[in-house]
């Protein structure tokens, strides 16, 4: 199975702060990798797709890059409503694997 | 506006069966490739299992393989999950989720979540 580690585990962010996660696959995941976001107590929604591609009504603040086994997310001047957990996804190969998620904190 | 409500969960002894549904609306069911994806409390995401369109072929992570079936039925565009032989560690939120494009998709689509308790 492909492992997805993502660091850090949780974040303490200011708000209008650039912040970027990363998730390291264990293999060459060849850019199949999606973002999720998930509120508390909610259910995860889709950010993005293919390792660069925003979903439809995602804000531009967000965007993801990478390619082989490395990848990240990147959400530029944090807005209230970004805090959540993320969550990085292999979706190249069955089984498909999460990462742990980094949890976004207001500092 | 698509809509994925799933039914079914509840507190369960070890070793019983549960069968979780999820009722799709506002699309067309019978195009989509389907999973159910869980989360146990305070935990992270994990996938469980995927069917195809047309129902013809399934997947399942190994900790499930054996003893819980998806199914689904496109005439009442509703997706299940029989689960079987239940274990504490099955214990969690079941969210049922649509594919975007092929198999191995992202989850595009996701329901609220039902919950599911296996405990004595």
């Known amino acids: 199975d492909i492992q997805m580690t993502q660091s850090p585990s949780s974040l303490s962010v200011s708000l209008g702060d650039n912040v970027t996660f990363t998730c390291e696959a264990s293999e060459n995941i060849y850019g199949f990798l999606a973002w999720y976001q998930q509120k508390l107590g909610k259910a995860p929604k889709l950010l993005i797709y293919g390792a660069t591609n925003l979903e439809d009504g995602v804000p531009t603040r967000f965007s993801g890059s990478g390619s082989w086994t490395n990848y990240s997310l990147t959400i530029s001047s944090l807005e209230p409503e970004d805090i959540a957990t993320y969550y990085c996804?292999?979706?190249?190969?069955?089984?498909?694997?999460f990462g742990s998620g980094t949890k976004l904190e207001i500092k | 506006e698509v809509q994925l409500v799933e039914s079914g969960g509840g507190l369960v002894q070890p070793g019983r069966s549960l069968k979780l549904s999820c009722a799709a609306s506002?699309?067309?069911?019978?195009?989509?490739?389907m999973a159910w994806v869980r989360q146990a409390p305070k935990k992270g995401l994990e996938w469980v299992a995927t069917i195809i369109y047309d129902g013809s072929r399934t997947y399942y992570r190994d900790s499930v393989k054996g003893r819980f079936t998806i199914s689904r039925d496109n005439a009442k565009s509703t997706l299940y999950l029989q689960m079987d032989s239940l274990r504490s560690e099955d214990t969690a939120t079941y969210y049922c989720?649509?594919?975007?494009?092929?198999?191995?998709?992202?989850?595009?689509?996701w329901g609220q979540g039902v919950m599911v308790t296996v405990s004595s």
């Open positions: 996804q292999n979706n190249h190969v069955y089984p498909l694997t």
């Open positions: 506002g699309f067309t069911f019978s195009d989509y490739n």
């Open positions: 989720a649509t594919h975007y494009g092929h198999l191995l998709g992202p989850f595009d689509y």
